[in-house]
């Protein structure tokens, strides 16, 4: 389906976040008057007229008589597996999202999209700094925090950089031409229900068809496993067509590219999504990056907040913000990170049903033993499955449990010692009502004693 399409439709936008806002603005500038759904009415209908300047009214789900509607356009935040979008499929109502009806309108456009369960922000935002310094027009949107319905009605770029999230390509209609995959894992089970639901919405973006391009990180194994059968992929990371070795010189083919130890960002992730960016960007273009372009971004590129981000130092030690490592995954790749280093990781947040078996397998072999700090809720039973991996060692750190993320910074800067590292990576969700990551990340910095990111403290 077209925005075209759409806008003969009798319409319905279901949930008021910044996508079905942008969604909201959009159809009325094409007058057209949908039906707006939230969950919370109240506050749905008071953004509503901050956006477009006069009162709407907003239904519960519950209100909606589904025979009024030809097509709901659901926000990401919105599991396509509400029992009410199955009432509404049952009555003949088509689901879509802003993305899946923006990659059909621009489906003859440059796209390189970047999915996976961790490190599509750091790649997509890679790979758009190096078309960009090849001197192309570059639209860097989606789940990075621009919605791709503000690129309707504007000039052409030359191409686009679209993060996309598995909430976002459960109902996508259409392959872009390059897809980079970044990494497979379990997250988001309470909205896909179960872990195969998450692979095979995360993977519709690549199934969709027609087949385009794929890059895939060979570090994931689910990833390898899962596109197998792709006619038109490619692997980058430990082995493939980019590479990256151990002195970190990355390679196309063979033949040496740059070297990638020059890079900010910690840990060999974040060299393998450096390869998916050089993949993805070579995809779209015919051609690696200039060699300027490499060593620019290289050298230039300083990471995203909340992405496993050196914050500043202060009395010796080192403090990391990776407030966006919402599930067991991404922790393990951000605890890996500071080799050979003294550490405290503060970890805790929403129970989202996913396994922390691999987050405990690698807190437990790490060496120097890493110190953990656990934030409520749930945090006793997540403190006291880390201390069954202990048994018996008296010099190990402690395990401290505390309610607030200013009890846990001081909690780990007693237990860490001098050159040492307190990283913030809670591998779960921020809980209901504290206001997102970004909340939590700033609430971090401010008790690590750092009035903004990035700016050294007091010695």
């Known amino acids: ?89 049952a009555a003949g109502v088509t689901v879509t999202t802003a993305m899946a009806l923006w990659l059909e309108d621009f489906a003859a456009a440059r ?13 997509a935002a890679l790979t758009a700094a190096l078309l960009a310094r090849e001197g192309l027009d570059v639209a860097l949107i989606g789940n990075i925090g621009v919605p791709v319905v503000e690129r309707y009605g504007r000039a052409p770029a030359d191409a686009y950089v679209v993060e996309v999230s598995s909430f976002q390509a459960a109902d996508v ?42 890059a895939v990180n060979a570090g994931s194994h689910e990833a390898l496993r899962r596109t197998a059968g792709h006619p038109r992929r490619s692997l980058f990371g430990p082995s493939g067509r980019v590479a990256v070795d151990r002195s970190g010189v990355v390679s196309l083919d063979g033949a040496a590219l740059v070297d990638a130890s020059r890079l900010r960002l910690p840990g060999v992730h974040n060299l393998w999504n450096l390869c998916g960016a050089i993949t993805g960007a070579t995809l779209l273009a015919g051609h690696p990056p200039s060699a300027s372009a490499l060593d620019e971004v290289v050298e230039g590129f ?54 922390p078996r691999g987050l405990l397998e690698v807190l437990a072999r790490r060496r120097p033993t890493p110190g953990v700090v656990v934030l409520r809720p749930g945090a006793e039973r997540l403190a006291t499955a880390v201390m069954a991996t202990r048994p018996g060692r008296r010099t ?3 395990v401290a449990v505390v309610a607030d993320l200013a009890e846990a910074v001081e909690a780990a800067v007693a237990m860490t010692p001098r050159g040492g590292v307190v990283l913030f990576s809670p591998g779960a969700p921020t809980p209901d009502g504290e206001g997102g990551f970004g909340a939590r990340s700033r609430q971090f910095v401010a008790a690590a004693g750092f009035g903004d990111e990035g700016r050294d403290g007091p010695a």
Request: aromatic residues 4%.
């Open 396 to 398: 190990d750190p402690p």
């Open 173 to 214: 209609a259409t392959t872009p031409g390059v897809v980079v995959v970044t990494s497979l894992a379990p997250d988001h089970l309470d909205w896909h229900r179960s872990e195969e639901a998450y692979y095979r919405d995360k993977l519709r973006l690549v199934d969709a068809g027609p087949p385009g391009e794929l």
């Open 1 to 89: 389906m077209t925005l075209d399409e759409l806008c003969t439709l009798r319409v319905a936008v279901w949930g008021l976040g910044d996508e079905g806002l942008a969604m909201a603005r959009l159809l009325h500038d094409r007058r057209v008057e949908p039906c707006f759904v939230d969950d919370r009415p109240e506050a749905g209908a008071a953004r509503l007229e901050e956006r477009l300047g006069d009162p709407r009214r907003v239904l519960r789900p519950d209100q909606v008589t589904w025979s009024d509607v030809d097509v709901v356009v659901r926000a990401p935040g919105v599991s396509r597996y509400r029992a009410e979008l199955d009432a509404a499929r």
């Open 111 to 123: 796209v390189v999209a970047v999915t996976g369960t961790k490190g599509k922000s750091t790649t």
């Open 302 to 355: 300083e990471g995203l907040p909340s992405r496993c981000r050196t914050v500043g130092e202060r009395g010796g030690l080192t403090f990391v913000d990776d407030a966006l490592a919402s599930n067991p995954f991404a922790s393990e790749a951000s605890i890996g990170a500071f080799p050979d280093r003294e550490l405290t990781v503060i970890l805790g947040g929403a129970d989202r049903g996913v396994d």
